[in-house]
């Protein structure tokens, strides 16, 4: 596909026609420190390979959308200093100023989708903000989600968000929201939220079945995989609670805004939580890329 370079690996395991699982970037270049943030990319990439898929983590490296990096290209954008956050609305800008950057949720579905990857794993979705009646502000996620044929397997959104007004957002949008084996939405560090996931499904096999069903009928929307965060690394909920409240009113104190906003709560609750939350998020990201993985699996054996 024009316009897209592909790591040796990618190319050749989609040129077999055998699974890949997708991977954005953001979470390397934003929302993990230094220098964790490479080899716990090289796990995540780890645990899709002995899942029986291919990784392939998406970036833009000096102007260039790149599906799949080599060691080198991983370890070059863990260490970038100012590398750019991409939404859609930013890939334009990046790919003709020649930046480099990693790509968000929306950013990354689109260039899955142009790749031909149908199934993508990350940590959280975005969504809409507490208080987003407001300010409006509402992650370009959910529209990608609703106009790009892409599954995302997460641990529903992120718990900062308003998780009531994005499962809505989602309805409208005709998003499926499928609980992975759990009957509630989780809530990122939390296996539950207290809300009803919309449906469920209990295997991989179940939900390539479905995507495939979807797709045959035309549907062009994406699907939210949502998978609670394994039990033994799970957080508290009331705990997360009083802790996101205290970091969106320090937030509010300090001004936060825009694209500052998540990765300045992440590192609040980060402290709060003496780094349980970390530990938290790396395990639910591996979690959702070993599903990702069987769920790839599964599809390939559908075409």
Not at 65 to 70: E, H, N, Q, R
Not at 103 to 126: D, P, S
Not at 128 to 145: K, M, N, P, Q
Not at 251 to 265: D, H, I, M, N
């Amino acid at each position: 596909m024009t316009g897209l370079v592909y790591s040796a690996e990618v190319q050749a395991t989609l040129a077999e026609g055998r699974p890949v699982v997708a991977l954005e970037s953001t979470i390397l270049t934003h929302g993990l420190p230094k220098p964790d943030n490479l080899h716990i990319g090289q796990e995540i990439e780890a645990e899709i390979r002995s899942a029986g898929a291919t990784p392939a983590t998406i970036a833009v490296l000096d102007g260039t959308a790149c599906v799949g990096l080599s060691t080198p290209d991983l370890v070059r954008l863990c260490s970038t200093d100012g590398a750019v956050k991409l939404s859609r609305r930013d890939l334009g800008v990046a790919l003709s100023k020649g930046w480099t950057g990693g790509t968000t949720v929306a950013a990354t579905m689109i260039l899955a989708a142009r790749a031909g990857i149908e199934i993508f794993a990350t940590g959280g979705i975005g969504g809409v903000h507490r208080g987003a009646e407001l300010d409006f502000d509402i992650s370009a996620d959910l529209d990608e989600l609703a106009r790009t044929p892409v599954m995302v397997v997460s641990a529903g959104a992120k718990s900062i968000l308003d998780l009531p007004k994005t499962l809505e957002v989602l309805e409208t949008k005709g998003v499926p929201v499928i609980g992975y084996g759990t009957n509630e939405f989780p809530a990122f560090f939390c296996r539950s939220s207290g809300l009803p996931v919309p449906l469920r499904l209990d295997s991989p096999e179940e939900i390539a079945a479905a995507w495939r069903a979807g797709r045959d009928m035309g549907l062009e929307t994406g699907m939210l995989i949502a998978n609670p965060v394994p039990e033994e690394h799970a957080l508290d909920r009331a705990t997360m609670e009083r802790i996101i409240d205290d970091a969106l009113f320090e937030a509010k104190r300090t001004g936060a805004s825009g694209k500052q906003v998540t990765p300045y709560l992440l590192s609040q609750i980060r402290n709060a939580t003496g780094g349980a939350s970390l530990t938290a998020n790396v395990e639910l990201v591996r979690a959702n890329a070993r599903l990702g993985a069987w769920i790839a699996v599964a599809l390939s054996g559908h075409h």
